[in-house]
T-cell receptor, first 114, second 114 residues
Framework: DVKVTQSSRYLVKRTGEKVFLECVQD?????MFWYRQDPGLGLRLIYF???????EKGDIPEGYSVSREKKERFSLILESASTNQTSMYLC?????????????FGEGSRLTVL | QKEVEQDPGPLSVPEGAIVSLNCTYS??????FMWYRQYSRKGPELLMY????GNKEDGRFTAQVDKSSKYISLFIRDSQPSDSATYLC??????????????FGQGTILTVHP
């Protein structure tokens, strides 16, 4: 069974803390993504990566950075968390060249910044 | 104006009803269209994918695309309580799908009550 695993389902952090969200996929996918999901706004793309050590900004990259040192792992970093980064964060992966638009999502990490 | 607009609902229907979910989009360059289903506390999963105008059926689900009107729909026949979920439309540009770079609607919350 294909799987995208996000290390933390629920996190509570304080303003100014550095936050790491980890994501691992076991499908040997080239592409990996970080989205955030907010009520009324849907899913918005933060960053994506189509190869190891490659990254591209999505629609809302401000305040975030990412790291992809290994093909199966994609990390989202909040250098200094702020309350407006309270959200559900979804990691996803997909295979390069597939035209079906199928992303495989993890179950999400709900982050609360106090 | 958002590139993709979707009525967030919530939508509540009795079991057995026909459900119609809709999205409009503003960018005619979108060529690939998807519907994702997201159960509570889970990540989204691909439900249907299409790239041409017209209808595509899969069991009780029909995806409809009207590129001239920039309008897509998902119909659910004989709706069941197990269909209760958030439904997200998504779309991409040519080439964007191979990278899995999708633009999502806001999602519609559907409840089917027995």
């Amino acid at each position: 069974d294909v799987k995208v695993t996000q290390s933390s389902r629920y996190l509570v952090k304080r303003t100014g803390e550095k936050v790491f969200l980890e994501c691992v996929q076991d499908m040997d996918h080239e592409n990996m993504f970080w989205y955030r999901q907010d009520p009324g706004l849907g899913l918005r793309l933060i960053y994506f990566s189509y190869d190891v050590k490659m990254k591209e900004k999505g629609d809302i990259p401000e305040g975030y950075s990412v790291s992809r040192e290994k093909k199966e792992r994609f990390s989202l970093i909040l250098e200094s968390a702020s309350t407006n980064q309270t959200s559900m964060y979804l990691c996803a992966s997909s295979t390069a060249g597939a035209n079906t638009g199928e992303l495989f999502f993890g179950e999400g990490s709900r982050l609360t910044v106090l | 104006q958002k590139e993709v607009e979707q009525d967030p609902g919530p939508l509540s229907v009795p079991e057995g009803a026909i459900v119609s979910l809709n999205c409009t989009y503003s960018n005619s360059a979108f060529q690939y269209f998807m519907w994702y289903r997201q159960y509570s506390r889970k990540g989204p999963e691909l439900l249907m994918y299409t790239y041409s105008s017209g209808n595509k059926e899969d069991g009780r689900f029909t995806a409809q695309v009207d590129k001239s009107s920039k309008y897509i729909s998902l119909f659910i026949r004989d709706s069941q309580p197990s269909d209760s979920a958030t439904y997200l439309c998504a779309m991409s540009f040519p080439g964007g799908t191979s990278y899995g770079k999708l633009t999502f609607g806001q999602g519609t919350i559907l409840t089917v009550h027995p």
